[in-house]
């Protein structure tokens, strides 16, 4: 498992049914919850919201995800360069107000 690292504003946030993906059939994202950074627009990484013991971590970072789009927050992404999950995500130089 390799990884790389995405940093940015949200600029695309996509939530979907279980199974239905993401990209084409090379290159897709098997996650219900899929966003872009402005930095890397074609660069989609995504989250899966299923009944395993990842389930609550994901959730963790969709609410981060979200805050941080509604926000317009700067947001870090650690993902797996082979599937495209996330695999960690921070909100970076939060603003001191949010504190």
Known sequence: ???????????????NK????????????????????????NRAVGIQLRQDANLPTNQAMLKLLLSAAA?????????????HLIIRAW???IPIWCI
Not at 71 to 83: E, G, H, L, P, Q
């Open 91 to 93: 909100v970076v130089n």
């Open 71 to 83: 926000s317009n927050w700067d947001i870090a992404i650690d993902f797996d360069t082979t599937s």
């Open 1 to 15: 498992m390799g990884t790389d690292n995405v940093t940015g504003k949200i600029r695309f946030f996509r939530v």
């Open 18 to 41: 279980l199974d239905e993906g993401y990209g084409p059939a090379n290159d897709r994202i098997e996650g219900e919850v899929i966003v872009t950074v402005d930095s890397q627009p």
